[in-house]
T-cell receptor
Framework: GEDVEQSLFLSVREGDSSVINCTYT??????LYWYKQEPGAGLQLLTYIFSNMDMKQDQRLTVLLNKKDKHLSLRIADTQTGDSAIYFC????????????FGQGTTLQVKP | DTEVTQTPKHLVMGMTNKKSLKCEQHMGHRAMYWYKQKAKKPPELMFV???????INESVPSRFSPECPNSSLLNLHLHALQPEDSALYLCASSQARLAGVEQYFGPGTRLTVT
């Protein structure tokens, strides 16, 4: 079945880079997403990558996709305290229903 | 305008009450979603509407009843809920019910069942 896994917690110092990792099982997933959720808020789509791409960069965010290993990562450069949040990796379900399969979420703590 | 709005922000209800959650978007999106999110957990899909028709029901108990009165509005009617139904209920919308189409989420309704 479809499954997405992430480590649960990451702590970094302000100004450092953060790397959040994710593995997924469905090799037919066409799109992979990173969402950010701040306390008490909904989910904000940060970026997504199509499965035929290896890398996507958007300002401080870099997404790397290793399709062979089914590994996705999100790198945040120059991490700020405002980046503290839960980050969810998600894949689009192979049934193409619009359904997203989410990982458990990685809590990013940024220390000043 | 890329905003999905949800009302109310917070709701406390007893197990015998009937209440409704509301969601609205004015982006012309034709797919709308209800998710349930427990604390420290990822969102779980409940329902998907496509062109105002229910297309996915993820085996949700009948005490949750969705309704899509028009392309901009999505309701979730609640009746005879249990304390374990307490959660953050998130609404989302997208242009279509397809992979790769961005889903925009609302801020959610924090529901407490007493």
């Amino acid at each position: 079945g479809e499954d997405v896994e992430q480590s649960l917690f990451l702590s970094v110092r302000e100004g450092d880079s953060s790397v959040i990792n994710c593995t997924y099982t469905d090799s037919s997933s066409t799109y992979l997403y990173w969402y950010k959720q701040e306390p008490g808020a909904g989910l904000q789509l940060l970026t997504y990558i199509f499965s035929n791409m290896d890398m996507k960069q958007d300002q401080r965010l870099t997404v790397l996709l290793n399709k062979k290993d089914k590994h996705l990562s999100l790198r945040i450069a120059d991490t700020q305290t405002g980046d503290s949040a839960i980050y969810f990796c998600a894949e689009s379900a192979s049934s193409n229903t619009g359904k997203l399969i989410f990982g458990q979420g990685t809590t990013l703590q940024v220390k000043p | 305008d890329t905003e999905v709005t949800q009302t109310p922000k917070h709701l406390v209800m007893g197990m015998t009450n009937k209440k409704s959650l509301k969601c609205e978007q004015h982006m012309g999106h034709r797919a709308m979603y209800w998710y349930k999110q427990k604390a420290k957990k990822p969102p779980e899909l409940m329902f998907v509407y496509s062109y105002e028709k229910l297309s996915i029901n993820e085996s949700v108990p009948s005490r949750f009843s969705p309704e899509c009165p028009n392309s901009s509005l999505l309701n979730l009617h609640l009746h005879a809920l249990q304390p374990e139904d307490s959660a953050l209920y998130l609404c989302a919308s997208s242009q279509a019910r397809l992979a790769g189409v961005e889903q925009y989420f609302g801020p959610g309704t924090r529901l407490t069942v007493t």
